[in-house]
RNA sequence: GCCGGUGUAGCUCAGGUGGUUAGAGCGACGGUCUCAUAAUCCGUAGGUCGCAGGUUCAACUCCUGCCGCCGGCACCA
């Protein structure tokens, strides 16, 4: 890594998900933040890319009848695709399939086995295949809760990763090195975890085949974050840029790049990033988004209707960066309507008019220092120093108060008053009024050009200019920049006023038709749209074929909920006392606790697999299972009957 | 259950180490100007600062308890 570079890097998204708008926030606010170092004078590179490996991508992939490389083409296209039309600069796209990256993987491996941090183990347990992950304690026969599959029993040797060496290693990290992780919230959550033990991980898998193989060992292939991870070095390969100045994440992944990932470098011998900066989520009107929701929102909609920099605006200026923000149609309309129309447009525009009318387009010369230069600096100080500290909410209030100082200056001095006098006096008066109106603008562009680059570069364009805004350098930003003389050019509106009704109605119109298209895509059908109702948009792949054997084998039974009551020390635990006809009532310990109140169970009559072997939670032994929708990310549902059966009736 | 955060005007939020009439932006209402995108500018709008105690001459700001919300861990057959 080279003086005067800066490197960041998005996530690697996975391919299992058709792009978003969560990840257009994420990858907007690295995109700014690139820009914004780029306008510091740095040599910046950003990387993105996808993540591709899996069993989910390739059953994905199977069941649109595709091969598992055609399958990640296309979707890491579509991310591709996305970026460029929302025109984010990405300077470099790493693919987990592509052969540097798989050659890199190998040598981390390799690095850390020769360190002694790598051994072979054999590793028992009960697998979901979905969340592509062992779960701990799980029994054969057990059920996945959130897909409602079962498990899968899968014995196989891996390597293994020997996190538990690194425990003190880590703390000493976060110690020294207290900006590592940001903000404060996510460093204090992730000193807990690790403070709490780290168990060593299983980093290789002989089940999957879609997968880096392992080249010392061509029978295993990497194993999700190991692979995953890498792809912040691989993607500057051969050119001297890493260690990474930041890795800009969402909070979901924070353990992995703050802890396994250091770890992973360390194990290695290899340089550290500097930090990892984990933003809050994108909520839908205050709801999780999720798919079951059927609420998620797409950029592209949004970028038609009222152009990028509307969503780049919305994004960094309403949410407070780091924490979780709301997102709405409304709230983004508004902010553009009371922000960029009404603020920086209109100021755009009625300075312009009036140089054009009073001045013949023409910067008069520059003008002594005025108390509107003095706001400027200051204000653009301030904003700047927010910028650096990635608060672009509070930075561009700073910036709005340079617009609404020079509103507020334009009303005072009254330009349209002075043009209607002769005298020179007032006419000097005016030029200065002008010069003072225009370099305030002028200013405004140059700062907000990280956040709206087109939009600051139609301002400055406008303002006479031929060169580009990003090319100035924030550092050097003083008042009287702007040269005297300099012809502007046609005047054109920014940010036209806009219907809220109206655009709102435009984007969601858009929106289902962008739903469609992406459903299409990732090879599922469509569904209805209900955007109010739960409604579960891509379905997930369908299990395995099984006899009506297999099925029968399984006894689900009608249940009557005769006592409900919350488990001890368990959020999610009900303990039911169910009656399905026997002697006496079952004792069924379910997850349903933040779904359904106990009181409001009583009595109700519910589906019990009722030959489960028994199983030990928080100390009660339930013996059965009580069945409900899953649905992803979302609180289950239970089976039930419109019409009445006997309690003990057997489903099949 | 453990740990952390949070609850301030309709909305989004500011309010180091306690001290005159609790602030901003948006929205709303009234007025003004006319350069401008029915924009700007000016003024107004009265929120028990979650609840209850406590410390203090004085608490939104400290302490205790409770309630609500959010997150992490445990947990989900």
Redesign the pocket.
Known sequence: MKQGQYYLTTPIYYVNAAPHIGHAYTTIAAETIARLQRMKGLDVVLTSGTDEHGTKVERAAQAQGKTPRAFVDLISNEFRAQWQKLDLRIDRFQRTTSPEHAKLVNELFEACRANGYIYKGSYTG?Y?VVSEAF?????P??????TGKP?EEVTEENYFFKLSAFTDRLLALYEENPDFIGPE??R???L??VK?GLADLSITRTSIKWGIPVEADPSHVFYVWFDALTTYISAVAGEDRWPADLHLIG??I??FHAVYWPAFLMAAGWPLPKRVFAHG?LLFE?D?MSKSRGNIVRPSPIADVMGVDALRYFLLR???FG????FSFD?LV??Y??????????????????L???RDSTIPEPSSHTAIAHVAETAAASALAYFNASDF?KGL?QV?SI??????Y???L????L??LTDDAAQKLLSETLYTAAEALRIVCVLISPILPKSAQAIWSQLGYTGRVEDEKVGSLKWGGLPGNQKISS?A??????DVKDTVKKMVELEGAEKSRQAALMGVSPAPDAPSVATTTPVAPIADTISIDDFSKVDLRVGLVKSAEP????????HLNVDIGEAEPRT?????A?AYKPELLIGRKVVI?AN????K??GLT?????VAASLEGGS?VLASFLEEVPIGARLK
């Open positions: 009960m979901a779960v701990n304690d799980a029994k026969g057990d059920v996945d809760p959130e498990y919230i996510r204090n959550e992730v807990a975890f709490g909070k979901e924070l353990r989520w205050n999780k309403e949410i407070v924490q979780d923000g709301s709230a508004g902010r309507n009371s922000d960029l129309a009404n603020g920086l447009g209109n100021l755009a525009s009625r300075t312009l008019s009036m054009a009318q009073y909410s209030e709005w617009i609404s100082a020079a509103d507020k334009i009303v005072e009254a330009p349209w008053k043009a209607k005047i509106a920014v940010f036209p006023r806009l488990v001890k020390g368990a959020d999610k635990l009900l069924i310990v379910a997850g349903i933040l697999v489960l072997q028994p199983r939670l928080r339930s013996q059965g299972m009580i289950p």
